[in-house]
């Protein structure tokens, strides 16, 4: 019995001395380049606008959609091969992508530069420090394609595009340039917009939907059945974003609608405004205070 066990020691001994020699000339692999930076040393204008950007916001910058497309040999044809990288401003780890996009790219330094200014005077301004994206992708045109399914079909198709003024991705939060030129400051309050509703969990809103959760959605022919006016709806519920025609048919809108009539209040109006128009209405006063303090709480700041 203590022959075996000194075999067994002998037997662990040695292993461990392989471990370790095998552990000894294992080399670390060579870190990976970061795709979203300029090329190390690279002296070009457009690195160096990129560079000094990204040191300014902490955002990568990016003027085109690929992030790498390195040469690595040919096909059994004499066809050449690349190993390529995209943005792909549609991934989603627990989806699959429904819609694809297109770009055009910004040409030449000069309208590269004058997108980043637009950038620095309209966008980085309105947007919470916090919220800022990993990268900014600036083009000059922002094409979006969905993909159409009939329900019980196998089979569907692409249409023919519409033109997008931005898109949050993942990597990357994708801006037409020339879109932005038109109307800079109304370009910069519907990102906002949409940073907030990203901000604005369902968590956070029940609050501010409880009231008239009920009624989103809904369309009620004779509807003074349960309210015998306007004003009296908007009472009960503290709802702004409906339809009356007048007589019988009275249809609300969603709850995202009534959401943005309140954010748009808060956003591009004054408080004073707001509380002289809805003074006598204690619930839509208590919806606006309660949505303007998760605003701060979140770190915006009006």
């Not at 023919?160 to 340039?177: K, N, T």
């Not at 906002?192 to 956070?204: F, P």
């Not at 109006?269 to 619930?283: H, I, R, V």
Request: charged content about 25%; proline content about 4%.
């Amino acid at each position: 019995m203590k022959k075996l066990q000194a075999y067994i020691l002998y037997g662990i001994i040695l292993l461990s001395c392989f471990s370790c020699e095998k552990e000894d000339s294992l080399q670390p692999n060579a870190p990976l380049p970061n795709l979203f930076a300029p090329a190390e040393g690279a002296t070009d204008l457009t690195s160096e606008l990129r560079r000094k950007f990204h040191e300014e916001t902490g955002c990568y910058l990016l003027f085109t959609d690929t992030l790498k497309h390195e040469y690595i040999g040919t096909d059994v044809y004499g066809n050449p091969l690349y190993n390529t990288e995209l943005i792909d401003l549609s991934y989603g780890v627990n989806s699959s992508a429904e819609w694809v996009f297109s770009f055009t790219n910004l040409s030449g330094y000069e309208k590269q530069k004058e997108a980043v200014e637009l950038v620095k005077k309209y966008i980085l301004p309105v947007l919470n420090k916090n919220y800022y994206p990993y990268s900014f992708l600036l083009i000059d045109n922002l094409t979006s394609y969905t993909y159409w399914i009939e329900e019980g079909d196998t089979d569907g198709f692409w249409d023919s595009g519409a033109e997008q003024d931005f898109y949050f991705g993942p990597r990357a939060l994708a801006i037409s340039i020339s879109l932005l030129q038109e109307e800079p400051e109304e370009f910069a309050q519907k990102i906002v917009k949409s940073t907030l509703n990203q901000y604005l969990t369902g968590d956070k809103l029940q609050e501010f939907y409880a009231p008239g959760k009920e009624y989103y959605g809904k369309y009620f022919y004779d509807y003074q059945y349960d309210f015998w006016s306007e004003e009296e709806f908007i009472m009960a519920t503290g709802i702004l974003s409906f339809y009356y025609d007048g007589y019988e048919y009275f249809e609300v809108d969603s709850m995202d609608s009534d959401l943005d009539i309140y954010l748009t209040a808060i956003l591009e109006g004054s408080e004073e405004d707001f509380k002289a128009e809805y003074g006598d209405y204690p619930l839509v006063i208590k919806k606006y205070d309660m949505l303007k303090q998760l605003l701060i709480k979140g770190g915006f700041n009006f």
